[in-house]
């Protein structure tokens, strides 16, 4: 397996953790628990965004520019509701 495999699922893998530990501090029962799954998404974030940088950095994750009239219809169409 290349290492740019292993990086994606890397990627996949933290960002389901994310949305764990994002849904566990939303649906948390005490203020300890909110803070313990709060302090280990905000620890998931900080892992998320380096895998992220590195993959960018190597051009193993492409991001593609929009066009600011797109940008600009998908203002005013939220805008307006």
Known sequence: ME???IMHKELLIIKGVCDLYLHGSIESSTAEVHTAFKEALNESLDIQNKIYNLMSEKG???MENVEQNKIDTTKQKFANK
């Open 60 to 62: 193993w994750y492409k």
């Open 3 to 5: 290492d740019k495999d």
